[in-house]
């Protein structure tokens, strides 16, 4: 699926964690996951679908024609029942939504946290599962690292978790040097 690129609304979350609980009782957190991130990549592959989907003029009963055809056969029942409830209530268009609140809330159950990291030169595969071990071993989570290359920051690296941005750049500390050298000159 396309991490975490979708911020889901209010709605989309709700929708999303009630799955999430249904699907948990069912011993079926995981593979509803995989289900959703494969309608996911269906609706970004077919953005006439996904149109579809969202269209108001569209009756909800002329939509689970085209659901029940296109989606339901090939999920398991509860997504299946899922996707009728959201159709009813004329929320489909949040599909691509609620896929990425359940990723989520599915990662936070499973104890796993995004990590952007951000480095001056791409790290090889050792020193980025360095980085994944001890940014895992500080916040108590398995960390999934997304690795991001800008020349700019010199050296070191930039630790984005959640809203908490980490800043170890050379770009940085060169930046808060310079700073202190000129509050420090004399005037």
Known sequence: MAKKSTHASPTAVTYA???LELAQERNL?????????????????????????KDPAIGAEERTGVV?????SRVDPLLGNFLGVMNLHGRLGLLDE?????EQLLDELMGKVDVDVTVAKELTPAELE??????????KKDAVI?????????????????????????????????RQFLAAAPR
């Not at 957190?29 to 990549?41: D, F, R, T, V, Y």
């Not at 609706?43 to 989907?53: G, I, M, S, V």
């Not at 010199?154 to 040097?177: C, P, Y």
């Open 146 to 178: 997304q690795q991001h290359v800008d020349d700019s920051i010199i050296g070191g690296l930039v630790l984005r978790v959640g809203d908490k941005l980490i800043d170890a750049s050379v770009r940085t500390q060169l930046e808060t040097m310079r």
């Open 17 to 19: 964690r009630s799955l």
């Open 130 to 139: 360095q980085v994944r071990q001890r940014v895992g071993s500080a916040l």
């Open 29 to 53: 957190a995981q593979p509803i996951g995989a289900e959703l991130a494969s309608i996911h990549e269906l609706l970004e592959a077919n953005p006439t679908f996904r149109d579809f989907l």
């Open 98 to 102: 609620v896929a990425a609140a359940y």
């Open 68 to 72: 029940d055809r296109v989606l339901r």
